[in-house]
């Protein structure tokens, strides 16, 4: 089945260091992937998505470019803040009678440390 | 635009109570799905409803049901509760076409003693 693996965490950075959170994925066909965060007390906000291989979805300085080669959708921030702390999930979408079913990894806590 | 709302916010049942959620989508939103996150196992999809349609169900047990009125408000309901149980319950709202973004609510937080 349909299944992501992502970065195992906690990552702990400093304020203005350059993040990579890992995410690859093993799917049938052609998926829709994504980037969700989760901040304390929240529910899940959209970051991100890309529909086919190689776009590049981007959003609040966040990166991700679907790789179909390597099946991965690595998340990439080039410069984070404090307020980037917070809990990242990935996710692919699976459609199963024309519905949209979300697969996601364990997610990643990610805290800025000024 | 008012997002998706879930009631309650927190709840704490005991083992072998049932409890009902509930889940109001965002305004023309005729797709809820409903998700379960424990630290254990992460998110989970649990099921998803259109226009008061069961289209998909994850895999859980058949303590786990669910159902959606004409307003498109849904509604989860887990019987005879276990400790396993506790989790954050997310539903998500989206215009049920199979590339339309789904839009998360806050959650509500399942502790069962």
């Known amino acids: 089945g349909n299944s992501v693996t992502q970065m195992e965490g906690p990552v702990t950075l400093s304020e203005e260091a350059f993040l990579t959170i890992n995410c690859t994925y093993t799917a049938t066909g052609y998926p829709s992937l994504f980037w969700y965060v989760q901040y304390p007390g929240e529910g899940l906000q959209l970051l991100l998505k890309a529909t086919k291989a190689d776009d590049k979805g981007s959003n609040k300085g966040f990166e991700a470019t679907y790789r179909k080669e390597t099946t991965s959708f690595h998340l990439e921030k080039g410069s984070v803040q404090v307020s980037d702390s917070a809990v990242y999930f990935c996710?692919?979408?699976?459609?199963?009678?024309?519905?949209?079913?979300?697969?996601f990894g364990q997610g990643t806590r990610l805290t800025i440390n000024p | 635009k008012a997002g998706v709302t879930q009631t309650p916010r927190y709840l704490i049942k005991t083992r072998g109570q049932q409890v009902t959620l509930s889940c109001s989508p965002i305004?023309?939103?005729?797709?809820v799905s409903w998700y379960q996150q424990t630290p254990g196992q992460g998110l989970q999809f649990l099921f998803e409803?259109?226009?008061?349609?069961?289209?998909n169900k994850g895999n859980f047990p058949g303590r786990f049901s669910g159902r959606q009125f004409s307003n498109s408000r849904s509604e989860m309901n887990v019987s005879t509760l276990e400790l396993g149980d506790s989790a954050l319950y997310l539903c998500?709202?989206?215009?049920?076409?199979?590339?339309?973004?789904?839009?998360f609510g806050p959650g509500t937080r399942l502790t069962v003693l």
């Open positions: 996710a692919l979408s699976s459609i199963i009678q024309g519905a949209q079913k979300l697969v």
């Open positions: 305004s023309g939103h005729r797709s």
């Open positions: 409803y259109f226009s008061e349609t069961q289209r």
């Open positions: 998500a709202s989206s215009l049920g076409g199979q590339y339309n973004e789904q839009f």
